[in-house]
């Protein structure tokens, strides 16, 4: 499985920005976004099952949607309301075989290299 992550940029506070991370390899069971901020430990963002279950942070909850579009192989997160704390590397991960799709990133096989969202105030 391999991944690529894209999307990530600056943008104020309260702005808006779309991540995509494209997919190939074997179609995997759970899928999710991860993040790091600078000095912290990396955090699950959302995930989502194969058959579209989704599991979000509290600190994401009602401004992230985590999606998939499966003839495109492709991940998304749409972030809006963006605030300062979102600032991070945001990372793709997968899960190819069965399990629950907890936002915990021992259980992901598989990484992107990430990309870097700044949120300024």
């Known amino acids: 499985v391999q991944l690529v992550e894209s999307g990530g940029g600056s943008v104020q506070a309260g702005g808006s920005l779309r991540l995509s991370c494209a997919v190939s390899?074997?179609?995997?069971?759970?899928m999710g976004w991860f993040r790091q901020a600078p000095g912290k430990e990396r955090e699950g963002v959302a995930t989502?099952?194969?058959?579209?279950?989704?599991r979000y942070a509290n600190s994401v909850k009602g401004r992230f949607t985590i999606s998939q579009d499966n003839a495109k192989n492709t991940l998304y997160l749409q972030m809006n309301s963006l605030k300062p704390e979102d600032t991070a590397m945001y990372y793709c991960?997968?899960?190819?075989?069965?399990?629950?799709?907890?936002?915990?990133?021992?259980?992901?096989?598989?990484w992107g290299q990430g990309t870097q969202v700044t949120v300024s105030s």
């Open positions: 991960a997968a899960r190819p075989y069965g399990g629950n799709c907890y936002l915990l990133q021992l259980i992901y096989n598989y």
């Open positions: 390899g074997y179609t995997s069971n759970c």
């Open positions: 989502i099952e194969s058959e579209g279950a989704t």
